[in-house]
């Protein structure tokens, strides 16, 4: 059923690609000049207050950080969601140099998920290469439908949020960050800790 959701996906990026030569139509553009294509600059991160949700604990005096990330806590985008949180919907802020554990725990009845920490901001049509910003920031076998974080399993991954920037949490399993499972990961040079929503 899920394999339904990302066909028309698929189809409408290939669409929007276009494909092959078209003919010449005989007709004229006079006065027209051909200009690139815009770029997109990605989606807008939110911009709400910082609170602190009962996933986030933070540690001031240890460094630490510490986030329970669910997989499907809602039904919502068929359970394919971050803590409820879809396509950017939230962006998760942690202070640079601070020890990062994070449990992703999954409670997609159907299927397997991943978790990890990308440089990508914008492309998500494709799934990002799982070559997470810091070391240690992904789950195990992250592409795979029947290794990565199966349902009803929690897995635990520990990091150093070490180079202050703005980043993405991701699952990197075909289809799932097409369809937006995938929101903001930022790590503060101010000491900044907490979640931001639309």
Not at 31 to 37: D, L, M, R, V
Not at 137 to 153: F, K, L, R, V, W
Not at 160 to 170: F, K, L, P, Q, T
Not at 176 to 185: C, I, K, L
Request: aromatic share 8%; with cysteine; net charge negative.
């Amino acid at each position: 059923m899920k394999r339904f959701q990302f066909i028309p996906v698929v189809a409408i990026v290939f669409a929007a690609c276009g494909g092959g030569d078209a003919p010449d139509s005989g007709t004229s553009n006079a006065g027209a000049t051909s200009q690139p294509a815009a770029v997109s600059a990605g989606p807008a991160a939110p911009t709400g207050p910082m609170s602190i949700p009962d996933w986030y604990v933070v540690d001031n005096t240890a460094r630490t950080v510490h986030l329970t990330v669910t997989a499907g806590s809602i039904p919502d985008n068929n359970y394919w969601n971050f803590n409820g949180a879809i396509r950017g919907q939230i962006a998760i802020t942690v202070p640079e140099g601070y020890t990062v554990t994070i449990d992703l725990v999954n409670r997609d009845p159907n299927m397997a998920h991943s978790l990890g920490i990308s440089p990508e901001l914008k492309n998500f049509a494709m799934p990002p290469t799982p070559n997470p910003v810091f070391a240690g920031a992904m789950t195990a076998n992250p592409q795979s439908m029947i290794d990565a974080t199966m349902p009803g399993e929690t897995e635990s991954i520990t990091f150093v949020a070490d180079a202050a920037g703005n980043y993405s949490m991701v699952c990197y399993i075909a289809g799932h960050s097409a369809v937006g499972m995938w929101v903001f990961f930022n790590v503060s040079s101010d000491g900044s800790a907490g979640v931001q929503g639309l």
